[in-house]
């Protein structure tokens, strides 16, 4: 099925791991996103990449890393976890910016301990 | 800074009944406002994308509205079934690159 695909969907990591979440679209979307949702605080943007090759902050951005592999992927690294990072984490692309609609992945729950 | 406010939080209602779920948005200068539906342990589906020109969209038995004026969008479900159970969020685009998302209503339509 077409669409946005996510991995892992589950994850504890301890403070101070790191780890990568990887997400990829076949959808030949040209933008991609990865935003966390908290409760009581709705989803917020950490990174985007609105082409491939370009890479931008969104909200909350600190303690992230991204990389846009291909048109294709587009992962999220996070370097040393902290307990604050315990989220869930979504992926979304679509065609070209948000004037098209987004697609989203069904996420990633990571808990720091 | 362009802050998105749903009510109410929660909603429980039986079938059979139609509802209107509310959005607000304290900054009209928008590109777009998309509604979401979100089942538990899921990603987000979108349902409607109204553009910041238009007044209203339709799709099915749902019905969205915008009144960028006043800063508010509406989304009327009719007929609700069991089905429609779910978390329903409301985001603007203030610009191309990304959305503010409200932190959702919680609908529970029984039997």
């Known amino acids: 099925n077409a669409g946005v695909t996510q991995t892992p969907k589950f994850q504890v990591l301890k403070t101070g791991q790191s780890m990568t979440l990887q997400c990829a679209q076949d959808?030949?979307?040209?933008?991609m996103y990865w935003y966390r949702q908290d409760p009581g605080m709705g989803l917020r943007l950490i990174y985007y990449?609105?082409?491939?090759?370009?890479?931008d902050k969104g909200e909350v951005p600190n303690g992230y890393n991204v990389s846009r592999l291909n048109k294709r992927e587009f992962s999220l690294r996070l370097e040393s976890a902290a307990p604050s990072q315990t989220s869930v984490y979504f992926c979304?692309?679509?065609?070209?910016?948000?004037?098209?609609?987004?697609?989203f992945g069904s996420g990633t729950r990571l808990t720091v301990v | 800074k362009q802050e998105v406010t749903q009510i109410p939080a929660a909603l429980s209602v039986p079938e059979g009944e139609n509802l209107v779920l509310n959005c607000s948005f304290t900054?009209?200068?928008?590109?777009?406002l998309q509604w979401f539906r979100q089942d538990p342990g899921k990603g987000l589906t979108s349902l409607l994308l109204?553009?910041?020109?238009?007044r209203e969209q339709t799709s099915g038995r749902l019905n969205a509205s915008l009144d960028k004026s006043s800063g508010r969008s509406t989304l009327y479900i009719a007929a609700s079934q069991p089905g429609d159970s779910a978390t329903y969020l409301c985001?603007?685009?203030?610009?191309?690159?990304?959305?503010?998302f409200g932190t959702g209503t919680r609908l529970q339509v029984f039997p």
């Open positions: 985001a603007v685009a203030p610009n191309t690159d990304k959305l503010i």
């Open positions: 990449s609105a082409s491939e090759g370009t890479t």
């Open positions: 979304a692309s679509s065609e070209a910016s948000v004037l098209y609609g987004y697609t």
């Open positions: 959808m030949n979307h040209n933008s």
């Open positions: 900054d009209s200068a928008i590109y777009n």
């Open positions: 109204i553009q910041s020109s238009q």
